[in-house]
């Protein structure tokens, strides 16, 4: 059987992850970034593998389900999965592939739709049938490597490698606990080598680590963090990419030690991405991050004493963030010196806590909608749009090497903060929508 994967935009690793495990089951798999490309390929299922929200709500894939499929059968999966109901209330597709797809998505395609596989869900004389997902086995064949994988670049990285599934985190906004569970299964480090190596064979040069956080890998055997594991996957893998080619982007910042950091220097790019989030600890506990602002400021603080480049991650317009919260966040990015910082406004999405935050929260109380009455009330913005534009600017003068600011750089910080307001509010419109009861 033929069957085409349509990762759009970019090859998730997920994607590849799928296609590997097809091929070695005996189909004939094609992957591509263009659906309509799937379209155009004989093959007779498309597996549409969409990572966020917005794609739901994208014309091109819209109109890709409805119209341009022809009479091919389709099969949705990835992240947009967590929440079935609204997959197929928005798209004109034969099935959702629910969670991790690798056994479910082989069921599927050998015995089309029914209520005998876990993990799908489809409709059936006009209601949504459901089955409960099950977590896949870890150990898996070769991702299935497409030619010009060596021209991708996500966040510089042309691959995002996974070393474990899971995280122990129960962040609100998170959907990693609840798409791979809150026990962490860890892959083999020698099947991870071999698969590095196979990804520099076919051209890939540099690769981050994914995966919830990375110190938790073999965090299930001890529950504790296992720092020997971790400090050995990072050897090895620099062993095969170069130290210079590894980057380790999210680590929580109660999961990290002085001898981790160490290695993380002498493993990796040298940086360590902490989602700090907030400057309030009262918004902390609202977003249930399980760490205060001094659990942030002593992680920071070990990672620059261990010479270790640290990037902050921070969140605006969590429903009932009050201008005192924002302005300790301000405070905190202003003490701190950090090299680099990214602003969210929270999105909300489907199944998360903070989905149901936002769904109790009246418009006119959710930043997201009001408008904004302060300093930038001349650029018509919402009051989340506001405080990320804002942080944003300041986070360029407080960082450890402050940038200039020119005109391209304030309008380039007021453009992302306009399309993120605008792409939250169109994710919170599509949640308000399917709201239960
Ligand atoms: S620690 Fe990271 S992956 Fe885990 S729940 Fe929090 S944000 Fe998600």
Redesign the pocket.
């Known amino acids: 059987m033929k069957i085409a994967i349509a990762s759009p935009d970019l090859y998730t690793y997920g994607s590849m992850v799928i296609g590997g495990v097809l091929e070695s089951a005996g189909f004939d798999v094609t992957l591509t970034k263009d659906p309509d490309a799937a379209t155009a390929t004989d093959a007779d299922i498309i597996l549409l593998s969409l990572y966020s929200t917005l794609h739901l709500l994208d014309e091109r894939i819209r109109n890709f389900a409805s119209v341009s499929r022809g009479n091919k059968t389709i099969y949705v999966g990835g992240p947009v999965s967590a929440y079935p109901e609204i997959v197929l209330g928005e798209l004109d597709v034969d099935a959702v592939i629910i969670g991790e797809g690798e056994e479910s998505t082989i069921e599927l395609l050998e015995n089309g739709v029914s209520e005998d596989i876990s993990g799908i869900a489809f409709r059936s004389d006009g209601e949504i049938v459901r089955t409960e997902p099950k977590p896949a086995d870890i150990a898996r064949p070769m991702p299935l490597i497409p030619d010009d994988i060596q021209n991708q670049s996500i966040r510089g990285a042309n691959v995002y490698i996974e070393t474990h599934r899971g995280?122990?985190?129960?962040?609100g906004?998170?959907q990693?606990?609840k798409f791979f569970g809150t026990k962490i299964r860890s892959r083999d480090i020698v099947d991870i080598v071999m698969e590095l190596k196979e990804f520099k064979h076919r051209g890939v040069r540099r690769i981050a680590i994914s995966g919830?956080?990375s110190s938790l890998y073999q965090y299930g055997n001890r529950k504790s963090v296992n720092v020997n594991a971790f400090i050995d996957l990072l050897q090895a893998i620099a062993g095969v990419m170069g130290p210079r080619n590894v980057s380790v982007p999210?680590i929580?910042v109660d999961y990290v030690s002085e001898e981790m950091l160490h290695a993380i220097r002498d493993y990796t790019m040298g940086w360590v991405y902490y989602?700090i989030e907030s400057g309030s600890d009262r918004i902390l506990k609202e977003m249930r991050?399980g760490v205060d602002s001094e659990a942030n400021i002593h992680a920071i603080e070990l990672a620059q004493q261990c010479g270790v480049k640290v990037g902050g991650s921070f969140i605006v317009g969590y429903p009932g963030e009050t201008i005192e919260d924002y302005q300790l966040t301000k405070d905190l990015i202003e003490d701190m010196f950090l090299d680099d910082i990214f602003v969210s406004i929270a999105e909300p999405i489907p199944g998360t806590h903070l989905s149901e935050l936002v769904l109790k929260t009246d418009d006119s109380e959710n930043p997201t909608f009001m408008e904004h009455g302060g300093e930038y009330r001349a650029l018509k913005l919402t009051e989340s749009e506001a405080r990320c534009f804002d942080l944003t600017l300041h986070a360029q003068m407080c960082k450890s090497v402050p940038s200039i600011l020119t005109d391209q750089l304030y309008n380039a910080c007021l453009d992302d903060a306009r399309a993120q307001g605008r792409d939250v509010r169109a994710v919170t419109r599509l949640l308000q929508k399917y709201r239960r009861g």
């Open positions: 995280c122990i985190g129960a962040c906004f998170c990693v606990p919830g956080t999210d929580r989602g991050k």
